[in-house]
């Protein structure tokens, strides 16, 4: 698992950056998406560039399984809440931990969950994966209602500190940045896999899984290392949740909203690189808190539904796909 | 544990009257996914579509919410065509419907649970008529009105589509369709044609399974949600395209969904169904009862 | 109420593979005729065309039918259907979950068929008795010889002026090859059909033809104008039967 990981690009055929000078882009513009936010000063910059990277990397995680193997995942929330509730719980249990060490709490939660449900249901055809995606995130939400330690249907409180642990100033822009350095994590690791043989043997299962089989490739050993990358991420993503709305009850936690944001902006976006969860996180976000704030919150989650139904009928390669057709 | 012996007869009874109305529920997907191999995510959306079509002609026109749904039959009759043409056209012709298919689908379960939360609120909505309330007492076992009227309405809608289904031209081109579609060019008949007609009656299934929805339970847009893992464990355990073993598992997971209710409480029922997906996917994906 | 069939000119293949060139070729009202030639010469692409499963490149495909005469190439396969011309595709191509009495009866779904379904199923059961016996049974578990026995029942249940019939010999025991074409004689004078027949089995297939053409490798090679004519011809012996 870990040599295919590693292994870069046959012979340099894949374009542009190497993996170390990509990395050090990304942090550099991370870096100057947070030096920008402080040159604001404005506490809302925090809190809605907070949501837009959130779906940076909820985004990219949907679509590790789903953009390049093609096998739907529709129950984000129930991996997204599982992380957001694992930080919960330990918020209870040891509340001096670290958030990046909760963080990897709920992407190694959320991981497991992924593998289990890959592995009951991925010998079979994709569809059957996708329903019992979608089962997954109510028998989730059903648990975690049931669950008294962490609240129940009632919800539980999470006391955000007042101050940001190593900048100082608010502790917003701390979980701002913590969510800038996950989203540098994830489209690095996202990068990697399209360049590596495990991106190849992603892509062998999208264009043809029986071909891919019969040509030796180890199609449920790659579909499980997907899923379980795509589910911990998506944990990773949800676990800072708790302390950005400081209340987390089962109705917020596992909002069809996350979902379908994280299928639409990839869908948006394009399925095909890293950059099209990117694009589409930063247009649809952008554009989903200009209508919240202009209009109203219920129009702009239906604006979300009618544009991802709209682009999977009439672009289905996505923005990114549509210039790179006019080049 | 008290379990006492009136107490689980109940618990029996009502599940299988509760099981026929997930029959009703699940008819649809039966033909859309059993029949046609379309993953139509978004059928719960379009029974909550006709739970409040009922909620609607019951509240401001004082109609039988039945009737309602009756109708309004012919309106979804088209709607369900519309959304296969649109599917055929950019799907199933570009032989892209495991990943943007079903996306597709997905985006129209939100774009329509959120406008019918635009439209009538998250408030729980609820229905009049007179059999909403009594029961039928026959000795130990208490049988709810309003349970027994969706039941009946649900056999009744399997029984009429398997008539159809058997006897009728269409109908058999219909069970035919996913088999070979070239077959069925060689017998004069277009699959786009039949698969839009199927497609047309799967959605107006939704209608009255919407009507007798709204009559077992009141609503609101997101509990459509729940009846997804419903559906799907129960199509998936009957063996797909079969109305008989869908109605078996419906009735299957109707008492052990309202066993669970009874002896551990009602908020733990949704968890049923998934536990019975997932145990059929992994043990015996073909259905319990599938050929 | 006599139909025929004439090809001209007609090129076709699959994207860029092209298979048949510059095909010509006729079926006279009333008449059987037999399309001949081993695997991969192009009898199923010729049969395809005509049916609109392939679509030609260039040429016409004219079918004269109860005196009106239709252009063929652009129109849909259950068009084709539509207006009398059966097809028994090779691979027989049944409906393997459904009845032999739901197949019989889907091939009567031609709005035209409808009207004499039980005459047709009737004429069905006399020619094959053994359909009869299996009426009931799901047509994907009988025996190789009884599903080609319902393909051409099926067929036939359409009401077709035209028949064509694409290797009917395949993955039959020889005694079970020599009963179809019987069979395919008997449909023939009982329905009053124009037959084309594409089979590599010449020596049944030339039984009941009253002409015949050889396709090799996608051109017509030679044009039989009677059963004894390909018989005794040496092109056949040489390019065909290989002695």
Not at chain 1, 180 to 203: K, P
Not at chain 2, 255 to 276: H, Q
Not at chain 3, 41 to 61: D, E, F, H, Q, Y
Not at chain 3, 179 to 205: C, H, S, W
Request: hydrophobic letters at 50%; proline letters at 4%; a neutral charge.
């Amino acid at each position: 698992m870990a040599s295919l990981d590693a292994r870069p690009a046959v012979g340099g055929v894949a374009p542009g950056l190497g993996s170390v000078p990509f990395i050090l882009a990304l942090i550099v513009a991370a870096a100057a998406i947070f030096g920008a936010g402080k040159l604001i000063g404005n506490s809302y910059a925090f809190f809605a560039g907070y949501v837009v990277v959130q779906y940076i990397v909820l985004g990219t995680a949907w679509n590790i399984l789903g953009g390049y193997t093609g096998y739907v995942n529709f129950g984000v929330t129930a991996f997204f809440a599982i992380g957001a509730y694992s930080t919960v719980v330990l918020y209870k249990l040891v509340p001096a931990l670290p958030l990046p060490l909760m963080i990897v709490v709920g992407g190694v939660m959320a991981g497991l969950v992924g593998l289990g449900t890959g592995y009951l249901t991925l010998r079979l055809r994709g569809v059957y994966f996708s329903i019992a995606t979608l089962a997954l995130a109510v028998v989730v939400q059903t648990l975690i209602t049931n669950w008294d330690f962490v609240g129940g249907a009632r919800g539980a409180y999470v006391l955000r500190p007042r101050n940001s642990p190593i900048l100082g100033g608010e502790y917003m822009q701390y979980l701002f940045m913590v969510m800038l350095g996950l989203a540098v994590v994830v489209l690095a690791t996202a990068r990697a896999i399209e360049r590596s043989t495990l991106g190849y043997g992603f892509a062998a299962i999208r264009d043809d899984e029986a071909a891919a089989e019969a040509s030796g490739v180890p199609t449920l050993k790659l579909k499980l290392i997907a899923t379980t990358l795509s589910g911990g991420f998506m944990g990773m993503a949800g676990a800072p949740l708790p302390y950005y709305v400081t209340y987390l009850d089962p109705s917020s936690g596992f909002s069809l909203n996350y979902a379908v944001n994280a299928i639409a902006m990839p869908l948006i976006g394009g399925t095909g690189s890293w950059l099209g969860p990117v694009v589409g996180a930063i247009l649809v976000g952008g554009l989903q808190e200009y209508i919240r704030v202009t209009i109203s919150s219920a129009i702009n989650v239906l604006v979300v539904g009618v544009l991802m139904v709209g682009f999977v009928i009439a672009a289905p390669q996505g923005i990114v796909g549509l210039f790179q057709r006019k080049r | 544990m008290d379990v006492s012996l009136d107490l689980l007869i109940n618990a029996i009874v009502s599940g299988l009257l509760l099981g026929g109305f997930y029959a009703a529920v699940s008819i649809g997907v039966a033909i859309s996914f059993g029949m046609l191999d379309i993953v139509n995510i978004a059928h719960p959306a379009f029974i909550l579509l006709g739970s409040y079509v009922a909620y609607i002609g019951n509240t401001y026109f004082g109609i039988d919410p039945i009737l309602a749904a009756v109708i309004l039959l012919p309106a979804f009759y088209a709607l369900g065509m519309a959304v296969y043409q649109v599917y055929h056209v950019a799907f199933e012709r570009r032989d892209d419907q495991s990943l943007r298919g079903l996306s597709f689908f997905f985006g129209l379960l939100f774009i329509s649970e959120v406008s019918l939360v635009l439209a009538f609120g998250v408030d729980y909505r609820s229905v009049q008529a007179p059999y909403i309330g009594p029961s039928l007492d026959l000795l130990v076992i208490q049988l709810p009105w309003r349970l027994l009227v969706p039941f009946l309405v649900a056999m009744a809608m399997v029984v009429g589509l398997q008539i159809f289904l058997s006897r009728s031209f269409i109908g058999r081109a219909i069970q035919a369709v996913a088999q070979d579609q070239l077959a069925l060019r060689l017998m004069a008949a277009s699959p786009v044609r039949i698969k839009r007609i199927a497609f047309g009656l799967s959605f107006a299934t939704a209608a009255l399974a919407g009507a007798v929805l709204i009559i077992i339970q009141p609503v609101e847009p997101s509990i459509g949600r729940e009846y997804i893992g419903r559906i799907f464990a129960i199509c998936v355990l009957g063996g797909l395209g079969s109305f008989g073993g869908m109605v078996i598992a419906a009735m299957t997971l109707g008492i052990v969904e309202n066993l669970t209710s009874t002896f551990f409480g009602p908020s733990w029922a949704p968890a049923v169904s998934f536990g019975v997906l997932l145990i059929t996917l992994a043990v015996r994906p073909s259905g319990i009862l599938g050929r | 109420m006599a139909s025929s069939l004439t090809i001209s000119h007609v090129d076709a293949g699959y994207g860029a593979v092209s298979v048949l060139h510059d095909v010509s070729l006729n079926v006279g009202a009333g008449e059987t005729v037999a399309l001949l030639g081993t695997n991969g010469n192009g009898k199923s692409t010729l049969m395809k065309s005509i049916m609109g499963i392939v679509r030609p490149s260039a040429g016409s495909i004219l079918a004269e039918i109860e005196g009106a005469t239709h252009q063929l190439i652009g129109l849909e396969t259950e068009q084709i259907v539509d207006l009398g011309i059966g097809f028994v595709p090779e691979g027989r191509r049944l409906f393997p979950k459904l009845t032999v009495t739901e197949n019989l009866l889907l091939g009567a779904f031609r709005p035209k068929a409808r009207s004499a379904i039980h005459r047709n199923m009737d004429f069905c059961f006399e020619t094959f008795p053994r359909l009869k016996e299996r009426a009931r049974q799901l047509a994907g578990s009988m025996s190789g010889g009884e599903q080609q026995m319902l393909a051409l029942a099926r067929a036939l249940m359409s009401a077709p002026r035209i028949l064509l019939i694409d290797e009917p010999s395949v993955g039959l025991a020889p005694l079970l090859v020599s009963r179809t074409i019987d069979k395919i004689k008997e449909l023939k004078v009982g329905f009053d059909l124009t037959v084309l027949m594409a089979e590599q089995n010449f020596t049944q297939a030339v039984r009941i033809a009253d002409r015949g053409y050889v396709i090799v490798h996608g051109k017509i090679a030679f044009t039989g104008d009677s059963a004894e004519a390909l018989n005794n011809n040496d092109l056949i012996r040489e390019f065909y039967l290989g002695t």
